[in-house]
């Protein structure tokens, strides 16, 4: 007894009303060659990203007060394994910046055949001897040339004004209290 609603109702397998035939399926193994990635040449800000992408930095806003947030976008995009790219390392000075962690603004497209990551770092310059951010460098592994590259951003340029003169902090005698 096939289903009583007719074939392929989606109402027969619900009631049990469908035949299953076991079927066995064989494929011819694949084999796999994997390389190693070489060790000659590679850039020491390498953290496994293999493919061939691109880089790009931009920052907001770009005139601060010393001490006021940057917000630092760096994308990485192009054709290759995205879940190996991290975040690029900006090389800045603890000195004259308060650096925050990167983190992942979006993520790839599975769909897309080139893809992206957007990350955002939160940096504070601060003081007014900071001219700018330097470049940002990205490095990967191209599978097509055989060869480690490096995209590396232009610098970007901030204006940073002083911050305010504060008033220096004072030490203050408790106030008197009458005698009983």
């Known amino acids: 007894f096939e289903g ?5 109702s989606p109402f027969d397998e619900l009631f049990g009303l469908v035949n299953v035939h076991p079927v066995a399926l064989a494929a ?16 020491e800000d390498f953290a496994g990203a293999v493919g061939r992408f691109h880089l790009q930095a931009s920052a907001v806003p ?4 010393a001490g ?3 917000t630092v976008t760096t994308t990485v995009s192009g054709e290759g394994n995205l879940d190996s790219v991290t975040a690029p390392v900006m090389k800045l000075d603890p000195k004259f910046f308060k ?3 990167p983190r992942l603004v979006t993520s790839p497209d599975d769909a897309a055949r080139e893809s992206s990551k957007v990350f955002e770092q939160v940096v504070i310059p601060l003081d007014e001897t900071v001219a700018g951010l330097p470049p940002i460098q990205f490095s990967s592994f ?8 490096t995209e590396t951003t232009e610098p970007i340029p901030l204006v940073v004004r002083p911050a305010p003169a504060q008033e220096p902090a004072r030490v203050v005698d408790p106030p008197m209290t009458a005698a009983p």
């Open 4 to 8: 009583f609603l007719g074939d392929d």
């Open 142 to 149: 191209d599978p097509v040339s055989g060869m480690y590259q």
């Open 99 to 101: 650096i925050y962690e």
């Open 28 to 43: 011819e193994p694949v084999t796999i060659d994997v390389l190693p990635l070489p060790s000659q040449g590679r850039p």
């Open 68 to 70: 006021e947030p940057v």
């Open 62 to 65: 770009t005139d601060v007060t």
